[in-house]
């Protein structure tokens, strides 16, 4: 069951979520992510969260389009991001979205 919805309304985008659901947890990439993949904290959460079909999103280092900034303070914000390649970024058109990239930083989009 989807914890949040997207919604668009024509012909203008005002307000966009990204559901956080099992499905777009297989989808994510966010853990192969240059920006989190040497960070202990990212490593022991994909760890621990591995096998629970819908962890919870502080729980999970992936998503962030939907559940926000990460909680690991040890990311590496230089490193470029490849939200862009995402799966789950292309499904919700998130070229659009508010952040655009980042979302790991920045906040889920909207």
């Given at each position: 069951?989807?914890?949040?919805?997207?919604?668009?309304?024509?012909p203008?985008?005002?307000?966009?979520k990204?559901?956080?659901?099992?499905?777009?947890?297989?989808?994510?990439?966010?853990?192969q992510?240059?920006?989190?993949?040497?960070?202990?904290?990212?490593?022991?959460?994909?760890?621990?969260?591995?096998?629970?079909?819908?962890?919870?999103?502080?729980?999970?280092?992936?998503?962030?389009?939907?559940?926000?900034?990460?909680?690991?303070?040890?990311?590496?914000?230089?490193?470029?991001?490849?939200?862009?390649?995402?799966?789950?970024?292309?499904?919700?058109?998130?070229?659009?979205?508010?952040?655009?990239?980042?979302?790991?930083?920045?906040?889920?989009?909207?």
């Amino acid at each position: 069951m989807c914890q949040e919805s997207f919604i668009f309304r024509s012909p203008k985008l005002t307000r966009m979520k990204v559901p956080f659901d099992s499905r777009g947890i297989k989808d994510c990439i966010c853990a192969q992510c240059p920006v989190q993949v040497r960070s202990a904290c990212s490593r022991e959460k994909e760890k621990s969260s591995k096998g629970v079909e819908l962890p919870k999103p502080q729980d999970t280092p992936r998503l962030y389009c939907s559940s926000g900034k990460a909680a690991c303070s040890d990311l590496d914000l230089k490193q470029m991001c490849i939200c862009g390649a995402c799966p789950v970024w292309h499904r919700h058109k998130l070229a659009g979205a508010k952040p655009t990239l980042h979302f790991c930083r920045d906040g889920a989009a909207r």
